[in-house]
């Protein structure tokens, strides 16, 4: 049976959180103000989950937008600070969740139609932006990690998606604009930096220390790391082939024979791994909320396969309610399937993500449907969206929320140069 390893201390997508227990109390919301229209998250009590009204997309948009704004926190109401499961020794958030969970929530402002005719939300993003650029220099963002887990990671990918999105948009304000050109650039390199050495990926628990190839890559954050990559290479950055290639074949590694993804990538091949061989974190319902981003840096650069994909949107559904289960509660990684509730709405996008790279038409409609119809299901009474039991990630998971309603109108997440190539091998082996 190939080797499994369980890599208990990681955050999801998403797009992110993790199971370590906390160097402060994490009973509390802490740090920046809280904002009250979230403060008490509707939790699901009873499964299966009652079928709640279809979403009226404009409306749900709309006011999905208020609570965001409102949501928006901190000594300059300029962050949206995901809260994790830990806090620094200042009883605050990991700065790296902060950028991280800000990026997000402007991610979510910037996917929303109606931005040039939207002061409020202008001037949001323009301090979410503004954050994400000063959170940067903070010293626990730099190349660096400390101890044996360390969130920054997540935040240099989102931060780097973000900051690629608002200059694709033309959206990066006219005294940012060299700060975020520089910034962009940096993360890369960073990135490609942090990689893990020889088994490929990126993790922000690495119990072996911080560049040991010893560690495993975490499945859900390097297929979100590898997509800002691909996207940083097509807008001129110079990112290292050899880091992504590396990733790629962790990627590999981590699928399981019934179609989920390990938790993190093993140092052997998965394939031929059977259900009742998978350890608890690695089970296929587990997976649900990762194998479609999975799937999708995969054929972004070649090596995947639209069946496989396609069964990943199936996966996601199917265990919609393994999912929902985990919603807003507190612990993290709870048998029977090893699945923390900060999963919950990073799988909406990235499986959003993945149908629209789907061929036919008809299918992706249907899904789209069958995505709006689930994501009513966990809506809170504000407009906002919440997978966690603090009041202050509503910014976070609203800003999930709208990428997921809103995914069929946004850009198709860019491919990887090499992937005609790998296209071809692949055929050759055939």
Known sequence: MPARWLLALCLAVPLAAQGEPSKKSAAGDGGPKAAPAAATPKRFTAFPVADAPPLDVDAATKDAIAALVALQQGDGDDEWPYQGVYREDDNLSPVGYRVGGTAIACLGLIAAPGLPQDEPRQQALRKGVAFVLKGLDHPRMQDDFVG???VRGWGH??????LLSVQDHKLVP??????????????VAT??????????????????GYMSPRNRAST???GPALQALFHAEARGHAVDATVVEQALAALDRARAEPGGYSYGAPAQPMAGTTEDQLTMMDKTPSSAARAAVCETALLLAGRGDPTRLERAVDLFFAHWDDLAVRKSQTGTHIKP???APYYFLFGHVYAAQ??????????REALRAKMRAVLAKSREEDGSWNDRQFGRSGGYGTGLALLTLHMPRLPKPVAWPGASAAKGEA????
């Open 148 to 150: 044996r887990y360390d």
């Open 157 to 162: 990918v989102y931060a780097l998606q973000l």
């Open 174 to 187: 006219a005294d940012l604009a060299e700060a975020a050109a520089a910034k962009t650039k940096w993360l």
């Open 191 to 208: 990135l490609c930096k942090s990689a893990i050495p020889e088994a490929g990926g990126w993790n922000y628990s690495r119990p072996a």
């Open 220 to 222: 859900f954050m390097t």
């Open 337 to 339: 399937y090893g699945i």
């Open 354 to 363: 993945a149908i629209e790279q789907l061929a036919d038409e008809g299918k």
């Open 427 to 430: 055929a050759e082996k055939k």
